[in-house]
């Protein structure tokens, strides 16, 4: 159960920052998995009234308050655009619209969880955390950085016509994936894959040795068993580590296909 | 804390504990319709409407609501009833219990969406458990008030 002494909806973020500085206290997002845990907070920092409820966008970037909820992601009509659904896709099997109307991208970016389908898509794109005092760092360092007491002002994603996918795996529909698979064909045609739910956090694998310099559909085999052999997977109550490894053989296949196709 | 909020329609001033959940809050004002059917915020029965916008009143505390405007089913009586008319005729429910939380989030898709394919419906309602029925009758009546509501026949 989650007990809290004092709520404090701050009025700056330097406030938040001060208060978040007590082990005690905490940076409330949707409260969607503090609400699971056992904790006995002091004082539960509230960021309502900062305005960073609000997607921006310019030439070069899209810019996304952390109060912003994945529905509110999801819905986007621009973002779906530019990323041909692919977050959208990323998001729609999250539990509920209901659920999606509460949760944040603050509290799922900084959380940093091992089965996160959002996490995994967001770093098909280029993508940048925003944390007040640590500034702007790219997503794929911040996955790997130990949780201190900052806190994630905005997700950045810059816009450079790069060609991104999602899919992901579920032994039962709104339950947490088995794993999840991002594709990215970047501007210059170089290829990653981001793979998740391994059951450990999403992990960027890059084409090194240049397997798809040519597209072919002998290349984008060899590309997705490169992909499973290169990452280290695990069991757990959901699915053991070999059958995720072969999922991913077929999940990075099947999503380079189809995104090669809508080209 | 002090809180101030609109519960359907109805101005409302508090002073609460911090960490109250919405759902009980709303509970404690009579709301009985709202309800929890599980702890891991995954059955959708406590869903109410924040601002228009469907929520698990479980999930989200009390203290979020202030100055916002909460509408449960009880602020929806009519419409409730006339969604509950092609329950009833399409044989939907068995014990009940995973109708309100239902029938909210059903009333907000109405609002929200402009296209209803299958997929569209299946989508927007899939985070509502019915431990009872195999949904097939749930689907049928969604599908014949939405029909109803853009002017096809009753
Ligand atoms: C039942 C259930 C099923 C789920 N299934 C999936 C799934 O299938 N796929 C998936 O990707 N995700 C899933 N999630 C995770 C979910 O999408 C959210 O990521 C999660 O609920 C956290 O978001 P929140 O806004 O509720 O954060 P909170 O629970 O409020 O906070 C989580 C943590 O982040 C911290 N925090 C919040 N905001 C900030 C900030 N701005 N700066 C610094 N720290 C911050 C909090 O202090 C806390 O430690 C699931 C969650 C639940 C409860
Ligand atoms: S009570 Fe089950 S989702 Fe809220
Ligand atoms: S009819 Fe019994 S839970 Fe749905």
């Known amino acids: 159960m989650l007990t809290i002494k004092e709520y404090v909806s701050v009025e700056s973020l330097e406030e938040a920052y001060k208060l978040n500085q007590n082990v005690n206290n905490v940076i409330l997002g949707g409260t969607g998995w503090l609400k699971l845990q056992n904790r006995n907070i002091v004082k539960a920092i509230d960021l309502s009234k900062l305005g960073l409820d609000k997607i921006e966008e310019d030439e070069e970037k899209y810019t996304i308050g952390c109060m912003v909820t994945l529905r509110d992601i999801e819905k986007n009509v621009s973002l779906n655009e530019y990323t041909n659904n692919a977050l959208k896709n990323s998001l729609k099997d999250i539990v509920g619209v209901q659920f999606r109307n509460c949760v944040t991208i603050g509290g799922s970016i900084y959380s940093r969880f091992g089965f996160s389908d959002i996490l995994t898509s967001l770093l098909t794109l280029d993508t940048y955390v925003e944390m007040y005092k640590g500034g702007i760092i790219p997503l794929k360092d911040f996955v790997n950085m130990p949780y201190d007491k900052d806190i994630l002002v905005r997700i950045i994603i810059k816009k450079d016509g790069r060609k991104v996918g999602y899919s992901a795996f579920r032994n039962q529909a709104t339950n947490f994936p088995v794993i999840t698979c991002g594709v990215t064909i970047t501007e210059n045609k170089k290829v990653y894959a981001v793979i998740g739910a391994r059951p450990y956090k999403a992990k960027v694998v890059e084409d090194n040795e240049n397997i798809l310099g040519e597209f072919s559909e002998e290349n984008i085999e060899k590309f997705a068993k490169y992909v499973s052999e290169n990452l280290k997977f695990d069991s757990n109550m959901r699915a053991s580590g070999e059958y995720r490894k072969r999922l991913t053989e077929v999940f990075v296949k099947r999503t380079l296909k189809k995104l090669m196709e809508e080209k | ?154």
């Open chain 2, 1 to 154: 804390m002090e809180i101030k909020l609109w519960i359907n329609g109805k101005l409302t001033e508090d002073n609460i504990e911090p960490d109250t959940p919405l759902l009980e809050y709303v509970r404690s004002k009579g709301c009985l319709s709202v309800k929890r059917g599980c702890e891991t915020s995954n059955c959708g029965l406590c869903t109410l409407w924040i601002d228009e916008k469907p929520v698990l009143s479980c999930t989200v505390l009390a203290a979020r609501a202030n100055g916002k405007h909460i509408t449960t089913l009880e602020g929806l009586q009519e419409e409730a009833k006339e969604f509950g008319e092609f329950m009833a005729k399409e044989g939907a429910d068995q014990c009940g219990y995973c109708n309100p939380g239902f029938i909210m989030n059903v009333l907000a898709m109405v609002r929200e969406l402009k296209e209803f394919s299958d997929e569209d419906i299946k989508e927007y309602l899939v985070g509502n458990l019915c431990r009872c029925t195999g949904y097939m009758g749930q689907f049928r009546a969604v599908k014949a008030f939405l029909n109803y509501k853009r002017g096809g026949e009753r």
